[in-house]
């Protein structure tokens, strides 16, 4: 665990405020959940909490069924990384931070088909692919993650048979969610 030198009061609520700075390098937004965890040593972890990051196993088995359904390169993530890759690219995305354009793209709930060349990358970290199709994840009106068709830079644009796979994906996940919350 690293130390930041941060000391904050508890108020006579029981609140604690989150330095500005640490919740913009963490990525943590209003309103987003933290889970807390508690050590044998008395020590209390926060941790940003990710519903879809739970499935992970089942992200990754839904990512190779439209792998197989489209071809190409399937991801599921949530607000802040890939959490599946099925089709390559495994290495140069799993777990990797999404782009400020892809969150950008579910943040505004709505579909995006690229039009051709690759405008939006998929990662921070890897910009040689790039978002085709992107399908936002919802759940009781929230936005939880994205399903993914990816492309290499440069590649064709998003197919009909892509976007409607993703459509069908992202709705079926935010309905787990609803059944499962």
């Known amino acids: 665990m690293k130390a930041t030198g941060i000391v904050r009061r508890i108020d006579d609520l029981g609140r604690v405020v989150i330095p500005k ?3 913009r390098s963490m990525h943590i937004r209003e309103g987003d959940p933290l889970e807390i965890f508690t050590d044998k040593d008395g020590e209390l972890i926060l ?3 990710s519903p879809v990051g739970e499935l992970g196993e089942f992200a990754a ?3 190779d069924s439209l792998r197989r359904g489209a071809g190409g390169i399937a991801a599921v993530c949530d607000r802040d990384s890939v959490i599946a890759v ?3 690219g495994k290495k140069e995305l799993l777990d990797k931070p999404v782009s400020p354009e892809l969150e950008q793209i579910m943040a505004g709930r709505g579909v995006y088909r690229s039009v051709g060349g690759g405008e939006v990358p998929v990662s921070v970290e890897d910009g040689s692919f790039c978002v085709s199709v992107a399908v936002p994840v919802l759940s009781e009106g929230d936005v939880l993650g994205c399903v993914l068709f990816v492309a290499p830079r440069g590649s064709a644009a998003g197919t009909e048979l892509e976007l409607k796979l993703a459509q069908t994906a992202a709705i079926f996940l935010g309905k787990q969610f609803d059944t499962n919350l």
């Open 61 to 63: 088995q839904l990512c």
């Open 21 to 23: 700075e640490l919740r």
């Open 47 to 49: 941790k940003k909490y």
């Open 86 to 88: 099925a089709g390559g």
